[in-house]
């Protein structure tokens, strides 16, 4: 499976109620939906939350940063589920440096 294109959108989710904890009130969430192709036009999806108070990402860099990731992967060939993982580990490294 060689990947040949990503989408990326940004998901709001209000809640029917408030919910909250000691770090934050919540009314509604956010994610980052992503959508990746492959040659043969199947498709895979994937979600993140970016959460600042706990991993320090907030959604507006996710935004920022996903496309470029995307764009970096396509090409990519894919035979297993380990060979996605070392190709998003060494993505990862490289958008850190």
């Known amino acids: 499976m060689q990947l040949v294109e990503f989408e990326i959108y940004s998901l709001r989710i209000p ?3 408030e919910v909250s ?4 009130i919540w009314n509604e969430t956010s994610a980052i939906v992503a959508i ?5 036009g199947r ?3 994937g979600e ?7 991993t320090g990402e907030t959604l507006e860099a996710a935004k920022l940063s996903a ?8 090409g990519t060939s894919v035979t297993s ?3 996605l993982h070392t190709a998003l580990t060494e993505l990862g490294a490289a958008m850190r440096h």
């Open 21 to 24: 904890h000691s770090f934050h």
């Open 15 to 17: 809640f029917a109620r």
């Open 48 to 54: 993140g939350t970016p959460r600042s108070f706990v």
């Open 43 to 45: 498709c895979g999806f």
């Open 67 to 74: 496309p470029a990731m995307g764009k970096t992967l396509i």
């Open 36 to 40: 990746a192709r492959d040659e043969h």
């Open 81 to 83: 589920f380990s060979a």
